[in-house]
Every structure is written in structure tokens, then in C-alpha cells.
């Protein structure tokens, strides 16, 4: 039959789940002026081995995010 799953990865998709409730709340109560999503697949809390990987994708989106219209609209707003 089908396994069923150990402590550490119900806990990490729990805390996960958690993180993703309370970023976009965050979101919501204080709206970023830009977001930064980088493709990350599959990664898990424990993913350490996937640093250089995660670094790189990072990287790359923020480069995308930075040479993209909305953020050249950022940069010609004047800021309080």
C-alpha cells in the first residue's frame, strides 16, 4: 500500500504553510513596492545542499524584476 509520510516532512509542509499564510497577510498589511519571486521547484526546509542553485535563481529573478517595467515605474516615483 501507499506509505504514509514521517514527522519531519509533515512538519516541514506545515511550516511552510505557515510561512505562506503569514507573507501574504504581511503582504497585504504593507504592500511591497516590488516582489521577488524566483523559480524554486520542489525545495524543502531541510534543502541546504540546494544553496548555489536557490542562490542563482535568486539572482536571475532579480535581475528580471530590475530590468522590468515595473520597476523602472518605481524609480521615476518620487518617495516621501
Known amino acids: 500500500g501507499k506509505r504514509m509520510p514521517g514527522i519531519i516532512p509533515?512538519?516541514?509542509?506545515s511550516i511552510a504553510?505557515?510561512?505562506?499564510?503569514?507573507?501574504?497577510?504581511?503582504?497585504e498589511v504593507d504592500k511591497p513596492d516590488a516582489i521577488i519571486e524566483p523559480s524554486l521547484g520542489r525545495?524543502?526546509?531541510?534543502?541546504?545542499?540546494?544553496?548555489?542553485?536557490?542562490?542563482?535563481?535568486?539572482?536571475k529573478a532579480t535581475e528580471a524584476m530590475l530590468a522590468g517595467e515595473a520597476f523602472n515605474s518605481l524609480e521615476s516615483r518620487a518617495r516621501p
Open 17 to 27: 504553510h505557515l510561512q505562506n499564510h503569514l507573507a501574504h497577510y504581511q503582504m
Open 10 to 13: 509533515i512538519m516541514s509542509d
Open 43 to 59: 525545495v524543502n526546509l531541510f534543502d541546504f545542499h540546494k544553496a548555489a542553485i536557490l542562490i542563482e535563481e535568486g539572482r
